[in-house]
């Protein structure tokens, strides 16, 4: 849990308060960023932006006990106003090494971990936001309704939703991928 003496200090003005706010929670929210808008540049923007915003907009917080949750909401909406800016068609993983194309195992677990991570990609914000919450950081539905600011019916119907939509993807890009059955090409028999 966040420390909430440090979140009042930060709002009374001091800034290495603020800094050790920023080294607690900073990566996670490029995390959750980067995995939302699967751009790294965007990603930093947003999160950039939030830390700024969270600065200015600090003295204005209520309790210091929600500031995490205060500023996953920042963070959203940084990451809305970003989404649109996606370069969508471009590959999600052109940092990653290609695989040995000698070892089955590791192909195999490539090819599953890029038919899940283009699934994702399929997925709209709000979808993808609760995804990476609850699958990634592992919050619980009712913990992501408080950050999201939303039912956590909502939460429940969001990840039931994306998570059909994702095994949908899937099973459409496995049957592409899928070799066509052969049909055994008849002969007429000559005479």
């Not at 999160?47 to 500023?71: G, I, K, S, V, Y």
């Not at 370069?87 to 940092?95: D, I, V």
């Not at 590791?106 to 709000?126: G, H, K, P, S, W």
Request: net charge negative.
């Amino acid at each position: 849990d966040m420390d909430s003496s440090l979140v009042v200090r930060a709002q009374q003005g001091d800034r290495g308060a603020f800094t050790d706010l920023v080294d607690a929670i900073g990566g996670r929210m490029h995390a959750i960023a980067f995995s939302v808008l699967q751009d790294r540049e965007l990603a930093r923007d947003a999160t950039q932006q939030t830390l700024l915003t969270a600065w200015q907009e600090l003295p204005r917080l209520r309790d210091p006990d929600r500031f995490e949750a205060w500023t996953c909401r920042i963070l959203v909406n940084h990451c809305r106003r970003e989404g649109p800016k996606a370069k969508r068609w471009l590959p999600a993983m052109t940092e990653r090494p290609e695989p040995e194309p000698s070892i089955a195992d590791e192909t195999a677990t490539v090819i599953a971990r890029d038919r899940i991570e283009r699934a994702f990609r399929r997925l709209n914000l709000d979808q993808r936001l609760v995804v990476v919450l609850n699958y990634y950081l592992d919050l619980p539905p009712a913990i992501i309704a408080d950050h999201l600011d939303i039912p956590v019916g909502t939460v429940h119907s969001r990840i039931h939703r994306a998570l059909h939509l994702m095994h949908a993807a899937i099973d459409a890009d496995e049957r592409e991928s899928a070799p066509a059955p052969s049909t055994p090409v008849r002969q007429e028999a000559t005479r």
